[in-house]
């Protein structure tokens, strides 16, 4: 599972911001399913970024996000991040050293059905009075 967050970083704010960065990766790497985080700068605008981060499976992010340490450490970047989907399944890829693979998703088809992304249900008209 790879969580993306965006954030607008003035020139003059990156050292704060990437103090912030180190406090919050350091509070993650804690979590159980913590796989790796980094943070880039955007090669076309330098005051764009992304943090990165890799878990083993949905579960452990959303546990890790619930934890003391993280909410405490990391909740004034991820605060300050822009507003988006930010949780995405890894449903292929392919190591460096190995062949190309595919991952089931772990949605449900309930939880695909209630995603913000997803239609509506068509609503039932009401029912008449008797």
Do not use: Q
């Not at 399944?89 to 089931?104: A, K, S």
Request: proline letters at 8%; aromatic letters at 8%.
């Amino acid at each position: 599972m790879i969580s993306v967050l965006r954030f607008g970083v003035e020139r003059t704010d990156e050292a704060e911001f990437l103090d912030r960065v180190e406090v919050a990766i350091n509070a993650l790497s804690g979590c159980r399913g913590y796989l790796r985080a980094r943070a880039g700068r955007s090669t076309d605008d330098p005051a764009r970024w992304v943090f990165v981060s890799e878990w083993r499976d949905i579960g452990s992010y959303r546990r890790a996000l619930g934890s003391y340490a993280v909410k405490l450490h990391a909740t004034e970047l991820f605060a300050s991040a822009e507003s988006g989907e930010s949780a995405f399944e890894e449903l292929i890829d392919r190591p460096n050293d190995g062949p190309v693979e595919t991952h089931r998703s772990d949605l449900s088809d309930e939880s695909r059905a209630a995603s913000p992304s997803a239609p509506f249900p068509p609503l039932s008209p009401p029912a008449s009075p008797s």
